[in-house]
């Protein structure tokens, strides 16, 4: 089992980080000492157990990365990024920490 940071966004919830990982809300919210499942921010880092090997399917963006940068690291294309990550809203604007899947 791996484990992965993931950096909450505004508009996530625990429902669709838990389906991003393959987890469940539950399991996120006891790994995290989370007594209220709708309590989450913007910015908060949380520690999740997942299923799969992060590394085979899932990249965690770091500083300085462009989606051309991880679309070249992956042998992809950027259109590829945009189309498994539904997410991204400006392809220009991306963040560390950030979960992005590089595989479908």
Same mark, same amino acid.
Do not use: H
């Given at each position: 089992?791996?484990? !992965? ?5 505004? /508009? ?6 838990? =389906? ?12 995290? *000492?989370?007594?209220? !499942?709708?309590?989450?921010?913007? *910015? ?9 090997? #992060? ?8 500083? *300085? ?12 294309? #950027? =259109? ?12 220009? @604007?991306?963040?560390? /920490?950030?979960?992005? @899947?590089?595989?479908?």
């Amino acid at each position: 089992m791996a484990t !992965v940071n993931y950096t909450v966004r505004p /508009g996530d919830t625990l429902w669709n980080i838990a =389906e991003k990982f393959d987890t469940s809300v539950n399991d996120i919210a006891r790994y995290n *000492g989370i007594s209220d !499942v709708n309590q989450i921010y913007p *910015g908060q880092v949380l520690r999740i157990a997942t299923q799969f090997p #992060v590394a085979s399917k899932w990249y965690i963006v770091r500083q *300085g990365d462009t989606l051309s940068s991880i679309a070249d690291r992956y042998n992809t294309t #950027v =259109e590829r990024l945009l189309q498994l990550n539904c997410c991204i809203y400006d392809p220009n @604007r991306i963040y560390p /920490g950030q979960v992005l @899947r590089v595989k479908p």
